[in-house]
T-cell receptor
Framework: QKEVEQNSGPLSVPEGAIASLNCTYSDRVSQSFFWYRQYSGKSPELIMSIYSNGDKEDGRFTAQLNKASQYVSLLIRDSQPSDSATYLCAVKSQAGTALIFGKGTTLSVSS | GAVVSQHPSRVICKSGTSVKIECRSLDFQATTMFWYRQFPKQSLMLMATSNEGSKATYEQGVEKDKFLINHASLTLSTLTVTSAHPEDSSFYIC?????????????FGPGTRLLVL
């Protein structure tokens, strides 16, 4: 069974700090990796996608992928209270298939 | 970016009735849409994959006769919860594969909150 694991948290960081969110996946042939943010009562919104090993930066967000270790992470720099949400890691094994989601990590940024 | 809408956003119904939820891709054509369900404090669980013009593919444990999916056009998929019961109360979210050139990404609708009394 394909699984995506995340620490449920909550992860608490002060405003301005770096938040580090981690995710591991079981299917070694996974090709595409996504981070979604979900506010309470809302649907997920895409933050970043990453397909190749290494880092990918977009504004305050950096996604890191290590396929050998089956590990993907999301760093949020200069964390803001508005970043407080649940962050979902999602993995796709093959093109055209559905995403498999982790249970999410709840991030709380205190001002 | 690609926009997906859902209607209604919230519905309350009596046990035993049927409820239809619409999912539309507003500015692109979506040959594939996905239906998820999310219970409180839980992650999204895939219910079925909906392909335009063909029968939906249901995940294990999801009753296809209870959750009817129709994907009759490239911009619309519907989920009908038949004979709803209180245990069907949940947050139903659809997503669509992105447009050409962005098909690895799934874009989510805003969700439909269903409460069955």
């Amino acid at each position: 069974q394909k699984e995506v694991e995340q620490n449920s948290g909550p992860l608490s960081v002060p405003e301005g700090a770096i938040a580090s969110l981690n995710c591991t996946y079981s299917d070694r042939v996974s090709q595409s990796f996504f981070w979604y943010r979900q506010y309470s009562g809302k649907s997920p919104e895409l933050i970043m996608s990453i397909y190749s090993n290494g880092d990918k930066e977009d504004g305050r967000f950096t996604a890191q992928l290590n396929k050998a270790s089956q590990y993907v992470s999301l760093l949020i720099r200069d964390s803001q209270p508005s970043d407080s949400a649940t962050y979902l890691c999602a993995v796709k094994s093959q093109a055209g298939t559905a995403l498999i989601f982790g249970k999410g990590t709840t991030l709380s940024v205190s001002s | 970016g690609a926009v997906v809408s859902q209607h209604p956003s919230r519905v309350i119904c009596k046990s035993g009735t049927s409820v239809k939820i619409e999912c539309r891709s507003l500015d692109f054509q979506a040959t594939t849409m996905f239906w998820y369900r999310q219970f409180p404090k839980q992650s999204l669980m895939l219910m079925a994959t909906s392909n335009e013009g063909s029968k939906a593919t249901y995940e294990q444990g999801v009753e296809k006769d209870k959750f009817l999916i129709n994907h009759a056009s490239l911009t619309l998929s519907t989920l009908t919860v038949t004979s709803a019961h209180p245990e069907d109360s949940s947050f139903y979210i659809c997503s669509a594969r992105g447009p050409s050139g962005d098909q690895e990404t799934q874009y989510f609708g805003p969700g439909t909150r269903l409460l069955v009394l």
